[in-house]
Protein backbone atom coordinates (compact mmCIF):
# COMPACT_ATOMS: atom_id res chain seq x y z
CA UNK A 1 0.00 0.00 0.00
CA UNK A 2 1.09 3.31 -0.88
CA UNK A 3 2.06 5.88 1.42
CA UNK A 4 1.77 10.18 1.73
CA UNK A 5 3.04 12.73 3.69
CA UNK A 6 2.34 16.52 3.97
CA UNK A 7 5.22 18.73 3.44
CA UNK A 8 5.40 21.76 5.67
CA UNK A 9 5.84 24.88 2.98
CA UNK A 10 5.35 27.76 5.52
CA UNK A 11 2.58 28.71 3.68
CA UNK A 12 -0.92 28.77 4.93
CA UNK A 13 -2.51 28.89 1.68
CA UNK A 14 -1.46 25.30 0.75
CA UNK A 15 -0.57 22.14 1.59
CA UNK A 16 1.99 20.51 -0.62
CA UNK A 17 1.91 16.41 -0.50
CA UNK A 18 3.92 13.62 -1.59
CA UNK A 19 2.55 10.51 -2.51
CA UNK A 20 4.30 6.73 -3.06
CA UNK A 21 2.67 4.02 -4.76
CA UNK A 22 3.99 0.93 -5.49
CA UNK A 23 2.42 1.46 -9.19
CA UNK A 24 0.05 3.75 -10.61
CA UNK A 25 -3.14 2.02 -9.32
CA UNK A 26 -2.17 2.29 -5.72
CA UNK A 27 -0.60 5.84 -6.10
CA UNK A 28 -3.90 7.61 -7.83
CA UNK A 29 -5.96 5.32 -4.73
CA UNK A 30 -3.34 6.96 -1.99
CA UNK A 31 -3.50 10.38 -3.97
CA UNK A 32 -7.22 10.25 -2.95
CA UNK A 33 -6.72 8.94 0.89
CA UNK A 34 -4.32 11.85 1.44
CA UNK A 35 -6.82 14.53 -0.18
CA UNK A 36 -9.59 13.03 2.01
CA UNK A 37 -7.38 12.77 5.43
CA UNK A 38 -6.69 17.05 4.02
CA UNK A 39 -10.36 17.75 3.92
CA UNK A 40 -11.81 15.48 6.97
CA UNK A 41 -11.03 13.32 9.53
CA UNK A 42 -11.46 10.18 8.10
CA UNK A 43 -12.83 8.52 11.00
CA UNK A 44 -15.77 10.73 11.66
CA UNK A 45 -16.76 10.17 8.01
CA UNK A 46 -20.02 7.55 7.36
CA UNK A 47 -18.74 5.24 4.51
CA UNK A 48 -22.47 5.27 2.72
CA UNK A 49 -21.90 6.72 -0.60
CA UNK A 50 -20.87 4.48 -3.50
CA UNK A 51 -20.07 6.36 -6.62
CA UNK A 52 -18.02 5.60 -10.11
CA UNK A 53 -15.64 7.47 -12.12
CA UNK A 54 -14.01 7.49 -15.54
CA UNK A 55 -11.33 9.65 -16.65
CA UNK A 56 -9.06 9.96 -19.39
CA UNK A 57 -5.90 11.88 -20.03
CA UNK A 58 -2.84 12.14 -23.08
CA UNK A 59 -0.23 11.22 -19.88
CA UNK A 60 0.09 10.18 -16.74
CA UNK A 61 0.75 13.27 -14.94
CA UNK A 62 -2.43 14.76 -16.40
CA UNK A 63 -4.69 12.26 -15.36
CA UNK A 64 -3.35 12.28 -11.56
CA UNK A 65 -4.39 16.41 -12.37
CA UNK A 66 -7.30 15.45 -13.11
CA UNK A 67 -7.98 12.97 -10.68
CA UNK A 68 -7.25 15.13 -7.97
CA UNK A 69 -9.23 17.98 -9.74
CA UNK A 70 -12.29 15.61 -10.00
CA UNK A 71 -12.18 14.55 -6.26
CA UNK A 72 -12.26 18.53 -5.02
CA UNK A 73 -15.11 18.78 -7.57
CA UNK A 74 -17.24 16.67 -5.58
CA UNK A 75 -16.62 17.95 -2.29
CA UNK A 76 -17.37 21.47 -3.56
CA UNK A 77 -20.26 20.26 -6.31
CA UNK A 78 -21.79 16.90 -4.09
CA UNK A 79 -20.28 17.58 -0.49
CA UNK A 80 -19.50 14.28 -0.81
CA UNK A 81 -15.58 12.68 0.37
CA UNK A 82 -14.13 9.48 -0.73
CA UNK A 83 -11.33 8.30 1.49
CA UNK A 84 -11.96 4.60 0.40
CA UNK A 85 -11.04 4.07 -3.48
CA UNK A 86 -10.23 1.16 -5.64
CA UNK A 87 -8.48 2.82 -8.72
CA UNK A 88 -7.26 0.91 -12.40
CA UNK A 89 -5.20 3.07 -14.42
CA UNK A 90 -4.36 1.28 -18.44
CA UNK A 91 -3.88 2.08 -21.45
CA UNK A 92 -0.70 3.21 -23.66
CA UNK A 93 -0.77 6.55 -25.41
CA UNK A 94 -4.35 7.67 -23.85
CA UNK A 95 -3.99 6.96 -20.52
CA UNK A 96 -7.84 5.74 -18.88
CA UNK A 97 -8.76 5.77 -15.07
CA UNK A 98 -11.36 3.84 -13.71
CA UNK A 99 -12.63 3.85 -9.80
CA UNK A 100 -14.39 3.30 -7.27
CA UNK A 101 -15.14 5.48 -4.71
CA UNK A 102 -16.51 5.09 -1.49
CA UNK A 103 -17.03 7.68 1.37
CA UNK A 104 -19.76 10.25 2.58
CA UNK A 105 -21.14 13.18 3.13
CA UNK A 106 -19.94 16.47 4.92
CA UNK A 107 -23.30 17.03 5.63
CA UNK A 108 -23.46 14.43 8.11
CA UNK A 109 -23.19 15.79 11.77
CA UNK A 110 -20.62 13.03 12.48
CA UNK A 111 -17.89 14.43 9.81
CA UNK A 112 -15.05 16.50 11.71
CA UNK A 113 -13.76 18.98 8.36
CA UNK A 114 -10.06 19.84 8.10
CA UNK A 115 -8.98 21.64 5.74
CA UNK A 116 -11.16 23.13 2.36
CA UNK A 117 -8.86 22.93 -0.70
CA UNK A 118 -9.63 24.85 -3.95
CA UNK A 119 -7.94 23.25 -6.71
CA UNK A 120 -4.66 21.52 -7.03
CA UNK A 121 -1.96 23.39 -8.96
CA UNK A 122 0.48 22.68 -11.25
CA UNK A 123 3.64 24.64 -8.56
CA UNK A 124 6.01 21.27 -7.58
CA UNK A 125 3.69 19.01 -9.52
CA UNK A 126 5.34 15.67 -10.01
CA UNK A 127 4.78 12.08 -11.41
CA UNK A 128 7.69 9.83 -11.43
CA UNK A 129 8.47 6.39 -12.03
CA UNK A 130 11.39 5.16 -10.12
CA UNK A 131 13.42 1.46 -8.94
CA UNK A 132 10.03 0.79 -6.13
CA UNK A 133 7.60 2.60 -8.05
CA UNK A 134 5.88 5.43 -8.31
CA UNK A 135 6.36 9.18 -6.69
CA UNK A 136 4.39 11.78 -7.19
CA UNK A 137 3.93 15.51 -5.30
CA UNK A 138 1.64 18.38 -5.46
CA UNK A 139 0.20 21.19 -3.82
CA UNK A 140 -3.16 22.17 -3.16
CA UNK A 141 -4.37 25.51 -2.87
CA UNK A 142 -6.47 25.82 0.47
Known amino acids: ???FRFVDQGALADAAIEVTGQDLDDLFATAARALAVLMVDTRTL??????????SASREDLLLYDWLSELILRKDRDQEVFPDVEVRVSGNGDVRLAARLRGGSLASPRTARRRDPKAVTFHQFTLERGDRGWRASFVVDI
Open 46 to 55: PLDVERTVSL
Open 1 to 3: MGH
